[in-house]
């Protein structure tokens, strides 16, 4: 948070914070035993305009969820081309509009099986022994 643009940076930090806290997203409480924690790291990225300027700063907290479980394949679920390509000539053809969307915090919104402890985030205050 020493760079030039720090002011936007930690706006941004502050408004995904303030989005969990909205939500109710997490509890301090103290660390349980038997529970494996796990850790957590901010992803920090540019949005650009098509003029190629700066829309917006981005600041994402990310679980690292990989030292939870060992997986063996991972994937992200994607669009296929021709199913694209069929919706764009029906937007074409009806005269739609089409917009681009990205979605905050949409993986807040899946229910979980059991609990899960991440590390409080750095930039928060940390009490000796809690966890998120």
Not at 3 to 30: G, K, L, S
Not at 33 to 44: A, N, Q, R, S, T
Request: proline fraction near 5%; aromatic fraction near 12%; charge should be positive.
């Amino acid at each position: 948070m020493s760079c030039p643009n720090r002011t936007q940076w930690r706006a941004t930090y502050a408004e995904e914070i303030e989005q969990f806290v909205h939500q109710n997203i997490f509890d301090m409480v103290p660390k349980p035993e038997g529970y494996k924690v796990v850790d957590c790291k901010w992803i920090f990225k540019i949005k650009l305009g098509p003029d190629g300027q700066v829309e917006y700063y981005k600041a994402c907290l990310v679980a690292k969820g990989f030292s939870q479980i060992e997986f063996n394949e991972t994937y992200s679920p994607v669009v296929g081309y021709s199913t694209v390509r069929t919706l764009l000539a029906l937007t074409c053809t009806n005269g739609w509009h089409i917009h681009q969307i990205d979605a905050k915090l949409a993986f807040l919104n899946r229910d979980l099986k059991k609990k899960i402890y991440i590390k409080i985030p750095l930039g928060q205050e940390r009490p000796e022994g809690h966890v998120w």
